[in-house]
């Protein structure tokens, strides 16, 4: 049961799994005692002690205390000396803060951020702190929420102006968690465009050490997440604290080592590339930061955080529902297409059981390449004559559903749209514009601008009959500048560009509640909390190489569950890679998230096309158990030539096992793999062999897994109890 406790000068949130302390000093400085597994009870003098900050009488600000005093929300500049998690410009040109408590109030349950997505109020205890800097009059409003089910606290901050001049915002980070000891590694998931969300596990020094992205995108290169884990942690066992943030733009994460041996974690958006003017009475709101503790290893802090995205955060419609398994045109036909050639695929797509037919980019304009028309969101009737109106119809007459790809936050320099509205895109006036992928970035933070995307997609979802549309996404911003903002506001750019895709976002999911919507960034280059309050599912990356894959579903798994993630079977010789795998093991790795296809089923041989019908059968009857059930990471890839993981329903009375060895080994025994999350005391049927098991054999004896001979093997094992 979800509760806040307030014992005198304490706050204390609490669930079945995590405590999270914290204490108003005299005077009403903020601190921050404890973040981990539940407790009873909490003795502050005991940790201030260890701090070496007196408790009551005899603190004092004066002395430079604050710089043992683990906080809530700290400002560099008065005895502070680590970094802060707030800098202010006042009108007398200083920038520290000193923020004390004024009031607490426990809330029915947490508020929604203005403008910004967040984990869903319902089911949550909620506190509020108010404090305030009384030098500048800026109040900070810190929400705290935690739920019965994950062992997670969220959290936000609003500041408002209350003084009577401006102030300028030059920094308002999102969290900060202030840890008593160095014990720690830190994991992060740094990666590259098709190389997205890899591993990096280091012990924590003194000093700085963090991620950043400035990209104008939560970024393929850094995802807004870091975990701190003991040296001993493993996927299965010991401490784990993960954190992120729920927001899509600009961030940065850092932890930093005192010299006391205390960690500080911060997470907010990178203030290099950030202000933001308060006017007097005016508000500003950072995105919402999460935490997660788990003492049953990286994986049981991964399932913390997919509890709490899938009970809590993703679009309700899909929270827990079936997803289509579709087939998209993109590696099938990339632009060379029309609507015969489209109409064909979709049939062979269809004979294989394949719900869903996505044509991909190539539709519009005259986009024969990637040179020229997004923004122009008019069919190219050369292509498909008969409209997207009549190209729909055609596929649903083959009894699939029909879905379409955009790219809303683009435009072409070879558009009408640009010829039309030149200063629409992101620019610095005088300087020359710096295209990628020949294509310039529209400046989202502007209504009129939001106003013709709400239409574009509309129009497009409504000609089309389209019941799935994937939201793309292919560059970072340079020239970061808006043409609606004066001198002194430019730096609110980049934020006001993600208030405003927010808000388009909020208006299409709302005004068309049964498309599926699929985010996408060039693959993974945008896959967080943030989108995913939007959309369900995220294209996790245009590397579909069977290998590649396990590694970048590994690593997107620590944060997101499976339903979150894209998966394709592509054709081989991979387009990335040019690696030939079998076409089991693309499957077998494809089922690792939201399952489907990325190929021309014209150009299979006869047997292929059969296997595709089992493996459609197969990806549907499973989908329960492999979106929604709970991840266990056996054998990581980043560890291991031989990867597996297992998926288990939440009665568990099902299980799917999968494992992929990379490279083959010569006269090697076959793997023998100790599974998760089994019931100990029940029995369970393999049914691809027929044998049973008991669960705690599979659990301690552990499974034999033969392999096929050569490199990208694989095995999928069924698992069901037998009573
Ligand atoms: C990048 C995406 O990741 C691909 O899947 C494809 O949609 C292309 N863009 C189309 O331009």
Not at 372 to 390: A, C, F, H, N, Q
Not at 475 to 503: C, V, W
Not at 533 to 561: H, K
Request: net charge negative.
């Amino acid at each position: 049961m979800a509760e806040i406790l307030r014992e005198g000068n304490l706050y204390h949130l609490r669930n079945e799994q995590v405590s999270y302390v914290m204490r108003e000093m005299p005077g009403g400085v903020l601190a921050h005692l404890y973040f981990g597994a539940r407790l009873e009870r909490l003795n502050a003098e005991n940790l201030l002690r260890r701090a070496n900050v007196p408790a009551d009488e005899g603190f004092s600000v004066q002395e430079c205390t604050l710089d043992r005093l683990p906080q809530e929300y700290p400002s560099f500049g008065l005895g502070d000396m680590r970094d802060g998690a707030l800098t202010v410009e006042g009108p007398d040109g200083s920038w520290a803060v000193d923020l004390r408590v004024e009031k607490a109030e426990t809330l029915e349950a947490k508020p929604a951020l203005e403008g910004l997505p967040a984990t869903r109020g319902e089911g949550s205890a909620a506190l509020r702190l108010t404090l305030k800097d009384a030098h500048t009059g800026l109040t900070v409003l810190l929400d705290y929420a935690i739920y019965d089910d994950c062992p997670a606290v969220t959290r936000s901050a609003r500041l408002v102006n209350g003084g009577e001049a401006p102030l300028n915002v030059t920094r308002a980070y999102s969290l900060c968690l202030d840890m008593p000891d160095d014990g720690w590694e830190l994991i992060t998931l740094p990666g590259a465009w098709a190389r997205e969300r890899s591993l990096s596990r280091r012990p924590l020094a003194a000093g700085h050490q963090g991620v950043s992205s400035r990209r104008g995108a939560s970024s393929a290169q850094a995802s807004p997440f870091m975990a701190l884990v003991r040296p001993e942690t493993t996927q299965a066992l010991g401490e784990a604290i993960g954190a992120t943030l729920v927001y899509s733009g600009n961030f940065i994460a850092n932890a930093e080592v005192s010299q006391f041996g205390a960690t500080r974690l911060l997470m907010g958006i990178d203030e290099r590339d950030f202000a933001w003017q308060l006017l007097p009475g005016a508000s500003f709101q950072a995105p919402e930061a999460v935490v997660v503790y788990s003492a049953e290893g990286i994986g049981g802090m991964s399932r913390g955080f997919h509890s709490l995205w899938e009970n809590h955060l993703l679009p309700g419609r899909w929270m827990n529902r079936p997803r289509p398994v579709l087939l998209n045109s993109w590696e099938a036909a990339y632009f060379d297409f029309d609507a015969d050639k489209l109409v064909s695929i979709a049939k062979a797509a269809a004979d294989a059981g394949v719900e869903l037919f996505v044509m991909d980019d190539g539709w519009f304009g005259h986009r024969d390449d990637d040179y020229t028309s997004l923004g122009d969101w008019s069919v190219d009737r050369r292509k498909l004559p008969e409209g997207l109106e009549g190209l729909g119809e055609r596929v649903r007459a083959l009894g699939l559903q029909f879905g379409i790809w955009m790219e809303p936050e683009m435009i072409s320099p070879d558009s009408d749209l640009y010829r039309a509205h030149p200063d629409w895109c992101l620019h610095i006036p005088g300087r020359e514009g710096i295209n990628s992928r020949h294509q310039l970035v529209l400046d989202m933070g502007r209504p009129e601008i939001q106003g013709f995307v709400v239409q574009a997609v509309s129009d497009t979802l409504k000609a089309s009959g389209a019941t799935y549309l994937k939201w793309d996404m292919n560059r970072n911003f340079t020239n970061i500048g808006s043409a609606a903002l004066p001198a002194d506001r430019q730096k609110e750019t980049a934020h006001r560009y993600m208030l405003g895709l927010y808000a388009v976002m909020e208006r299409l999911v709302t005004a068309f509640p049964d498309v599926l919507f699929e985010g996408c960034a060039s693959g993974g280059g945008r896959f967080d909390a943030g989108m995913l309050y939007y959309v369900p599912q995220i294209w996790c990356s245009d590397n579909t190489d069977a290998l590649c894959r396990v590694e970048i579903q590994c690593g997107t798994t620590m944060l997101f569950p499976p339903s979150t993630m894209g998966c394709h079977v592509s054709a081989v010789p991979n387009h990335q890679t040019a690696r030939v795998t079998p076409l089991e093991t693309r499957f077998a790795t494809a089922l690792g998230g939201s399952f489907g296809y990325e190929l021309d089923p014209r150009k299979l041989t006869d047997g292929e096309r059969e296997t595709l019908i089992s493996q459609v059968a197969f990806a549907n009857r499973t989908q329960n158990v492999r979106l929604y059930g709970r991840l266990y990471w056996l054998q990581t890839p980043f560890e291991d030539n031989d990867a597996a993981w297992m998926s288990v329903a939440g009665d568990r009375s099902e299980a799917i096992f999968t494992l992929v060895r990379a490279m083959a080994r010569p006269n090697a025994m076959p793997p023998l793999v100790r599974l998760a999350g089994l019931d100990a005391k029940r029995r369970y049927r393999v049914m691809e062999t027929g044998e049973v098991f008991g669960g705690d054999e599979l659990m301690q004896a552990g499974l034999c897994c033969p392999l096929p001979y050569g490199d990208a093997a694989s095995v999928v094992y069924t698992l069901k109890a037998e009573d």
